[in-house]
């Protein structure tokens, strides 16, 4: 099979645990560009805090999945190709769900963190993305528009029981871990899985060429999607055995491992 797209989470897969790019990694990346492959970033990360990695990997000429799936930029021209958003009245609902399940919450507007709580997670969030934390006294009175995710927070075991809740409470919206103190919340069939198909068809190329790599359960839609769906060996427990091949950890080259197997041989 000749694979033409590999999907790429960031966090905890193609990064290490210093957040950086191993040499191994970047240099099969690029023998893979250099055979014809699209490589797609896509993470939960909001899209400021993957365009440094893009320009490292020179994605120029590729796109890049953000927000968990709710934006789709082309790269080439610097562009947004889709975009779908929580409404203000869902993030809104969302803000007193938190209140009642006792959890922090976070969204992003104007390229800030908007929060009314701090927390050692939102911290973590901030690190990793390096957006200005903008805390406010009254998050509905800060939040008058539509934005792209939610994100509730709170300690690992207690937001796997608040997962379950909120799949009941709101079904209507996407929800999916993407850390184990990360309960991310997108519009109702948001997802990377959606947002690979959407990007697949406008480039024309199957299902069945191509090869999505992750280790979290916001990877699980592509993981399943994609012709090949492979979890880096720090993959989530219970997710083991839901993808079809396991490689090296992300702190062990998992990607290159994957460029050498399936698109070099």
Not at 31 to 47: D, I
Not at 79 to 96: A, M, P, R, V, W
Not at 169 to 190: C, D, R, T, W, Y
Not at 200 to 215: F, M
């Amino acid at each position: 099979m000749k694979y033409k797209m590999l999907v790429l989470d960031m966090d905890d897969t193609l990064l290490n645990d210093d957040h950086e790019v191993s040499i191994e990694n970047k240099e099969m990346l690029a023998r893979a560009q250099e055979m014809g492959v699209h490589v797609v970033l896509a993470s939960g990360r909001p899209t400021p805090a993957m365009t440094e990695y893009a320009k490292e990997l020179n994605l120029h000429n590729s796109y890049m999945i953000s927000y968990n799936g709710a934006v789709i930029s082309d790269l080439k021209e610097d562009k947004i190709i889709f975009e779908q958003t929580l409404t203000q009245e869902q993030i809104h609902e969302l803000y007193d769900y938190s209140l009642k399940s006792k959890t922090h919450i976070i969204t992003y507007l104007d390229g800030k963190v908007v929060s009314e709580t701090s927390s050692e997670y939102i911290d973590i969030e901030l690190n990793i993305t390096g957006l200005i934390h903008n805390k406010v006294l009254d998050f509905k009175a800060a939040v008058q528009s539509p934005a792209v995710k939610c994100i509730l927070l709170e300690e690992p075991s207690y937001l796997k029981e608040v997962e379950k809740d909120l799949k009941k409470a709101m079904p209507h919206l996407s929800v999916s871990m993407s850390k184990p103190f990360f309960l991310e919340v997108a519009q109702n069939g948001i997802d990377k899985g959606a947002s690979i198909k959407i990007l697949a068809e406008k480039l024309g190329i199957l299902q069945s060429e191509i090869i999505s790599v992750g280790n979290a359960g916001n990877d699980l839609t592509m993981i399943e999607y994609a012709g090949l769906g492979v979890w880096v060996d720090n993959v989530t427990p219970e997710l083991r055995d839901k993808g079809d091949v396991i490689v090296a950890s992300n702190n062990n080259h998992g990607v290159a491992e994957v460029v050498k197997r399936f698109i070099l041989n």
